[in-house]
């Protein structure tokens, strides 16, 4: 799907779908782009506060652990977010 605003100036685009896909209901595409915004939410807090940018080595093997253990941090920030709040004991 494309969407594009221009001056009315600009030559119509054509208005034919993708011939292999079905036509897609709106609120396909809106779930779609949240998933999006979602994955680029996600990629922005692994690089700032976990420090995915933060890697200053030189090998392959380096750069891979520290991407492995970012990445594990960023499951358990994630799983401890989402886990259930117990009410504290009085």
Do not use: Q
Not at 64 to 90: N, Q
């Amino acid at each position: 799907m494309l969407a594009a605003n221009g001056p009315p100036t600009w030559p119509s685009l054509p208005t034919t779908g993708c011939p292999t896909f079905p036509p897609t209901p709106v609120e396909d595409v809106v779930r779609l782009a949240k998933i999006r915004w979602r994955i680029e939410h996600d990629y922005r807090e692994l690089k700032t506060p976990l420090g995915l940018d933060h890697f200053d080595g030189r090998s392959w093997a380096g750069r891979h652990r520290h991407v492995t253990l970012v990445t594990a941090t960023h499951l358990f920030v994630t799983l401890v977010r989402i886990r259930p709040k117990v009410p504290a004991r009085a």
